[in-house]
Protein backbone atom coordinates (compact mmCIF):
# COMPACT_ATOMS: atom_id res chain seq x y z
CA UNK A 1 0.00 0.00 0.00
CA UNK A 2 1.70 3.48 -1.08
CA UNK A 3 -0.66 5.74 -0.44
CA UNK A 4 -3.91 5.39 2.31
CA UNK A 5 -7.32 4.41 1.26
CA UNK A 6 -9.29 7.10 -0.21
CA UNK A 7 -12.54 8.80 2.16
CA UNK A 8 -14.43 6.63 0.48
CA UNK A 9 -12.09 2.85 0.23
CA UNK A 10 -12.23 3.93 3.89
CA UNK A 11 -15.81 3.87 4.57
CA UNK A 12 -15.88 -0.12 2.55
CA UNK A 13 -13.04 -1.23 5.02
CA UNK A 14 -14.92 0.27 8.27
CA UNK A 15 -18.44 -1.15 7.40
CA UNK A 16 -16.62 -4.91 6.66
CA UNK A 17 -17.97 -7.46 8.44
CA UNK A 18 -16.33 -7.57 12.21
CA UNK A 19 -15.99 -11.44 12.29
CA UNK A 20 -15.77 -12.71 8.32
CA UNK A 21 -14.37 -9.27 6.83
CA UNK A 22 -16.37 -9.44 4.10
CA UNK A 23 -16.57 -6.42 2.09
CA UNK A 24 -19.27 -4.78 0.11
CA UNK A 25 -18.99 -1.93 -2.11
CA UNK A 26 -19.02 -0.62 -5.73
CA UNK A 27 -16.80 -2.70 -8.33
CA UNK A 28 -14.48 -0.34 -8.79
CA UNK A 29 -13.53 0.09 -4.92
CA UNK A 30 -13.74 -3.38 -4.24
CA UNK A 31 -10.62 -3.72 -7.00
CA UNK A 32 -8.90 -0.62 -5.99
CA UNK A 33 -8.86 -2.39 -2.32
CA UNK A 34 -7.56 -5.50 -4.17
CA UNK A 35 -4.36 -3.49 -6.11
CA UNK A 36 -3.53 -1.95 -2.94
CA UNK A 37 -3.33 -5.08 -0.90
CA UNK A 38 -5.75 -4.41 1.34
CA UNK A 39 -8.36 -7.35 -0.12
CA UNK A 40 -8.57 -10.56 -2.01
CA UNK A 41 -11.56 -11.80 -4.40
CA UNK A 42 -12.63 -15.43 -3.55
CA UNK A 43 -11.98 -17.25 -6.63
CA UNK A 44 -15.63 -19.89 -6.05
CA UNK A 45 -18.87 -18.07 -6.43
CA UNK A 46 -20.25 -15.98 -5.93
CA UNK A 47 -16.67 -14.38 -5.70
CA UNK A 48 -17.50 -12.24 -2.49
CA UNK A 49 -14.41 -9.66 -1.57
CA UNK A 50 -12.77 -9.85 1.46
CA UNK A 51 -10.05 -7.90 3.88
CA UNK A 52 -7.08 -9.12 3.99
CA UNK A 53 -4.79 -9.14 7.34
CA UNK A 54 -3.43 -5.52 5.92
CA UNK A 55 -7.14 -4.89 5.73
CA UNK A 56 -7.85 -5.72 9.09
CA UNK A 57 -5.07 -3.87 10.43
CA UNK A 58 -6.10 -0.89 9.00
CA UNK A 59 -9.81 -1.37 10.26
CA UNK A 60 -8.65 -2.27 13.74
CA UNK A 61 -6.39 0.73 13.76
CA UNK A 62 -9.47 3.42 13.00
CA UNK A 63 -10.97 5.24 15.99
CA UNK A 64 -14.12 4.12 16.50
CA UNK A 65 -16.68 6.64 17.42
CA UNK A 66 -19.96 4.99 18.52
CA UNK A 67 -23.13 5.63 20.98
CA UNK A 68 -22.42 2.78 23.47
CA UNK A 69 -26.06 3.02 24.06
CA UNK A 70 -27.16 2.12 20.55
CA UNK A 71 -27.34 -1.34 19.99
CA UNK A 72 -27.01 -1.03 16.38
CA UNK A 73 -24.14 0.74 15.99
CA UNK A 74 -22.42 -1.62 18.25
CA UNK A 75 -19.67 -3.73 16.67
CA UNK A 76 -20.24 -7.52 17.85
CA UNK A 77 -17.40 -9.05 19.74
CA UNK A 78 -17.12 -12.63 21.34
CA UNK A 79 -16.96 -12.65 25.29
CA UNK A 80 -13.56 -13.22 26.04
CA UNK A 81 -14.82 -13.12 30.07
CA UNK A 82 -13.75 -10.73 32.57
CA UNK A 83 -14.76 -7.51 31.17
CA UNK A 84 -15.69 -4.63 33.00
CA UNK A 85 -18.73 -3.54 30.67
CA UNK A 86 -20.05 -6.58 29.57
CA UNK A 87 -22.86 -6.69 27.19
CA UNK A 88 -26.04 -8.11 27.98
CA UNK A 89 -27.13 -11.13 27.94
CA UNK A 90 -30.47 -12.66 26.72
CA UNK A 91 -32.24 -13.67 23.38
CA UNK A 92 -30.86 -10.82 21.51
CA UNK A 93 -27.31 -11.47 22.48
CA UNK A 94 -27.73 -15.50 21.98
CA UNK A 95 -29.05 -14.34 18.25
CA UNK A 96 -25.66 -11.92 17.81
CA UNK A 97 -23.40 -14.94 18.87
CA UNK A 98 -25.19 -17.48 16.98
CA UNK A 99 -24.85 -14.97 13.44
CA UNK A 100 -21.18 -14.35 14.34
CA UNK A 101 -20.39 -17.88 14.33
CA UNK A 102 -22.32 -18.67 11.29
CA UNK A 103 -20.45 -16.42 9.42
CA UNK A 104 -17.64 -17.82 10.69
CA UNK A 105 -17.93 -21.13 9.25
CA UNK A 106 -19.06 -19.46 6.13
CA UNK A 107 -15.63 -17.86 5.99
CA UNK A 108 -13.88 -21.18 6.63
CA UNK A 109 -15.70 -22.60 3.74
CA UNK A 110 -14.62 -19.93 1.50
CA UNK A 111 -11.05 -18.84 2.59
CA UNK A 112 -9.81 -22.62 3.71
CA UNK A 113 -7.89 -24.08 0.35
CA UNK A 114 -10.14 -27.40 0.46
CA UNK A 115 -13.26 -25.57 1.84
CA UNK A 116 -13.04 -27.28 4.96
CA UNK A 117 -15.54 -25.74 8.13
CA UNK A 118 -14.81 -28.10 10.52
CA UNK A 119 -10.83 -26.66 10.71
CA UNK A 120 -9.78 -22.49 11.61
CA UNK A 121 -9.30 -20.75 8.90
CA UNK A 122 -6.71 -17.55 8.52
CA UNK A 123 -8.68 -14.90 10.08
CA UNK A 124 -8.74 -17.28 13.16
CA UNK A 125 -5.16 -17.35 13.14
CA UNK A 126 -4.55 -13.83 13.35
CA UNK A 127 -7.84 -13.36 16.07
CA UNK A 128 -6.79 -15.90 18.28
CA UNK A 129 -8.91 -14.81 21.56
CA UNK A 130 -11.41 -13.34 19.70
CA UNK A 131 -11.83 -16.44 17.57
CA UNK A 132 -11.63 -19.02 20.75
CA UNK A 133 -14.16 -17.08 22.51
CA UNK A 134 -16.41 -17.18 19.72
CA UNK A 135 -16.43 -20.84 19.58
CA UNK A 136 -16.66 -20.76 23.34
CA UNK A 137 -19.17 -18.22 23.49
CA UNK A 138 -21.26 -19.96 20.60
CA UNK A 139 -21.69 -23.02 21.92
CA UNK A 140 -23.28 -21.84 25.39
CA UNK A 141 -20.36 -21.81 27.80
CA UNK A 142 -20.92 -18.54 29.93
CA UNK A 143 -18.19 -15.97 30.32
CA UNK A 144 -16.62 -14.48 33.32
CA UNK A 145 -18.10 -11.61 34.37
CA UNK A 146 -20.24 -8.94 37.24
CA UNK A 147 -22.98 -12.04 37.12
CA UNK A 148 -20.75 -14.89 38.28
CA UNK A 149 -18.06 -17.32 37.28
CA UNK A 150 -17.12 -18.51 33.65
CA UNK A 151 -14.40 -19.08 31.28
CA UNK A 152 -11.57 -16.38 30.79
CA UNK A 153 -9.55 -16.18 27.09
CA UNK A 154 -6.17 -14.62 26.91
CA UNK A 155 -3.18 -14.31 24.69
CA UNK A 156 -0.27 -16.04 25.33
CA UNK A 157 3.61 -15.36 24.51
CA UNK A 158 3.21 -18.53 21.96
CA UNK A 159 2.51 -17.62 18.17
CA UNK A 160 -0.74 -19.41 17.85
CA UNK A 161 -2.16 -20.28 21.08
CA UNK A 162 -4.68 -19.25 23.64
CA UNK A 163 -4.96 -19.95 27.53
CA UNK A 164 -8.56 -20.74 28.86
CA UNK A 165 -8.86 -20.60 32.42
CA UNK A 166 -12.59 -21.42 33.94
CA UNK A 167 -14.03 -21.87 37.53
CA UNK A 168 -13.39 -25.87 38.06
CA UNK A 169 -12.42 -28.59 36.28
CA UNK A 170 -15.55 -29.64 34.83
CA UNK A 171 -16.04 -26.74 32.84
CA UNK A 172 -12.49 -26.62 31.93
CA UNK A 173 -13.19 -29.88 30.42
CA UNK A 174 -16.16 -28.80 29.01
CA UNK A 175 -14.19 -25.81 26.92
CA UNK A 176 -11.53 -28.06 25.95
CA UNK A 177 -14.29 -30.40 24.07
CA UNK A 178 -16.31 -27.43 22.55
CA UNK A 179 -12.65 -26.72 21.49
CA UNK A 180 -11.80 -29.11 20.05
CA UNK A 181 -15.37 -29.85 18.51
CA UNK A 182 -14.96 -26.72 16.52
CA UNK A 183 -10.99 -26.86 15.37
CA UNK A 184 -8.85 -26.41 18.17
CA UNK A 185 -6.21 -28.22 19.68
CA UNK A 186 -6.78 -28.20 23.58
CA UNK A 187 -4.41 -29.69 26.43
CA UNK A 188 -4.67 -29.01 30.10
CA UNK A 189 -1.50 -27.89 32.03
CA UNK A 190 -0.40 -26.40 35.43
CA UNK A 191 0.75 -22.51 36.51
CA UNK A 192 3.93 -23.77 38.26
CA UNK A 193 3.34 -21.05 40.95
CA UNK A 194 0.24 -20.54 41.43
CA UNK A 195 -1.09 -24.18 40.70
CA UNK A 196 -4.07 -22.72 38.69
CA UNK A 197 -5.30 -25.33 35.73
CA UNK A 198 -5.90 -24.01 32.45
CA UNK A 199 -5.77 -25.03 28.46
CA UNK A 200 -3.47 -24.12 26.09
CA UNK A 201 -5.64 -24.13 22.99
CA UNK A 202 -4.22 -23.90 19.19
CA UNK A 203 -6.33 -23.77 15.56
CA UNK A 204 -5.52 -27.06 14.20
CA UNK A 205 -4.54 -27.37 10.89
CA UNK A 206 -4.85 -30.90 9.45
Not at 12 to 18: F, G, M, N
Not at 59 to 86: D, I, N, W, Y
Request: a positive charge; proline letters at 10%; one cysteine or more.
Amino acid sequence: MTRPPTAAQRRVIDAADPVTGRLRGTEAQLAALVRHGLAFRHPRPPHAHFLTPAGHRIREAAPEVREETTASAAVFAARVGGEEQAPPSGPARRREVHSAWQGLLELRRMTNPDGAVDRPCGWERAHLVRAAALALEAAGHRPEGPDGAGYRVRATPQPEAVAVYAPDARTLDACAATLERAGWQAGAYTEPRTRVRYLLASPRRV
